[in-house]
């Protein structure tokens, strides 16, 4: 049986996991992590996204984790699905380790495949360079390199890691060719290859960031609609009506996740747009603007206590990271003394109360993002603001 080793086990190291057990490997997640190791050896999903429960019973058997990077030794292929953000910002310092790691115990001939999301050209300098440097392996001949932008969409409840297509580009003939065997024969995805790897890379970013300016421009429009008294969602809704050269986008309070604001960062690193800059700095100023709209419903209410129900990263997601809903938080506490705390019923971990009860009965005030409790308390939903 076939070897997979995958490093880095979170959202997107787990989904390529239960996709590989799936379709006949041996799957080694390693991860610097322990607890998400002892986690996976129990044999439960630490990620609880519905493609990986949905299969997990019928394949843990066949995934195992460990922390100790010897593993890859036996790999016939491996998978890099490490984070490259931090605190907001890039971070290249978990995929420089990872390669270092590679050098000591990487066999010729073994296909390494990058799921990382990363700049125009960063493959070739902080994975392939090295490695070639440290253990003499000639390029696409016994080391052999590709780069496979991930495109999951978390919480997606239609799309899933198979059925996503998929884009690859290959550090020379014979990674392409390595590449897509592995994707499109042994995977059985969807997958495009392109002659050159950045375009791979760079395709990946141009998707991120064109939504980041489509919702800029969006919140923008906004803005100047909120002065003008005309509801830019029924905007969007008519132009929606025109079937060719129109795509509706729409407003938000920030525009989140592990991925849209950190891939446009990506891009700016090799490519100078000011569009994008200016994209970034309007969604930068996003949660300022709602936080000014809440505080007048606030006052309009003589509220005290304040609830923010609900905090993923988009509406009803069980991911927090980059939540717009935490940042507006952030804002209120810093622009006015009113007691603020938060409820999730899917992100427990981060919860100011135990229950749902407990929360309600707390609160004077109540703010929604996604679904709405049950509570005759008054309300107001954040996408609608
Ligand atoms: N999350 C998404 O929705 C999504 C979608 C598309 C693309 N991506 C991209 O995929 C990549 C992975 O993202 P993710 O969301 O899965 O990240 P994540 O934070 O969920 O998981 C990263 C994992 O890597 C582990 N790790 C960190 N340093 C390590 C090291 N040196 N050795 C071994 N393990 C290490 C961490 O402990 C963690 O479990 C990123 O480049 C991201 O931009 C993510």
Redesign the pocket.
């Known amino acids: 049986m076939k070897e997979l080793s995958i490093?880095?086990?979170?959202?997107?190291?787990m989904n390529v996991a239960v996709l590989g057990a799936k379709y006949g490997l041996e799957v080694t997640v390693?991860?610097?992590?322990p607890k998400?190791v002892g986690q996976i050896n129990k044999g439960t999903p630490h990620?609880k996204e519905r493609y990986i429960l949905e299969n997990w019973d019928k394949i843990k058997n066949k995934i195992s984790a460990t922390t100790d990077y010897s593993a890859i030794k036996n790999a016939d292929y491996i998978v890099i699905?490490?984070?490259?953000?931090k605190n907001n910002d890039l971070d290249f310092t978990?995929l420089i380790?990872?390669v270092n790691?590679l050098t000591k115990y990487l066999q010729p001939y073994t296909l390494i495949s990058s799921?990382?999301?990363?700049f125009p050209t960063g493959t070739e300098k902080l994975i392939v360079n090295p490695i070639k440097e440290k253990t003499g392996l000639q390029p696409d001949k016994e080391l052999l390199v590709v780069h496979v932008?991930?495109?999951?969409?978390?919480d997606d409840m239609v799309h899933n890691i198979e059925t996503i297509p998929r884009i690859l580009g290959g550090i020379g003939p014979n990674s392409t060719h390595q590449g897509f065997e592995f994707y499109a024969q042994t995977l059985k995805l969807h997958v495009t290859t392109v002659d050159d790897i950045r375009i791979a890379e760079a395709a990946?970013l141009l998707e991120n960031a064109f939504r980041l300016i489509n919702i800029s421009f969006i919140n923008e429009l906004k803005q100047g609609f909120d002065k003008l008294g005309i509801d830019i969602r029924k905007v969007i809704s008519a132009a929606a009506t025109k079937p060719f050269g129109y795509m509706p986008f729409y407003p938000s309070p920030y525009a989140g996740?592990?991925?849209i604001p950190?891939?446009s960062l990506l891009l700016l690193k090799e490519i100078n747009s000011q569009m994008l800059k200016y994209a970034i700095e309007i969604n930068e100023k996003q949660p300022e603007y709602y936080a000014q709209k809440i505080i007048q419903i606030i006052r309009s209410q003589n509220a005290k206590k304040i609830l923010f129900y609900g905090y993923g990263f988009k509406p009803n997601s069980k991911y927090a990271i980059n939540s717009p809903i935490l940042k507006i938080i952030h804002t209120l506490k810093n622009m006015s003394n009113y007691e603020i705390k938060k409820y999730d019923p899917q992100i427990p971990e981060y919860n100011d109360f135990v229950s749902e009860m407990e929360a309600i009965d707390w609160a004077d005030l109540i703010f929604t993002w996604g679904n709405k409790p049950s509570t005759q308390k008054q309300t107001y939903s954040i996408e609608k603001l």
């Open positions: 490093i880095g086990g979170g959202f997107v190291g390693i991860d610097i992590n998400i990620i699905a490490v984070q490259t953000l978990p380790s990872v790691e799921e990382v999301t990363i932008p991930e495109r999951l969409n978390p990946k996740g592990s991925c950190k891939d």
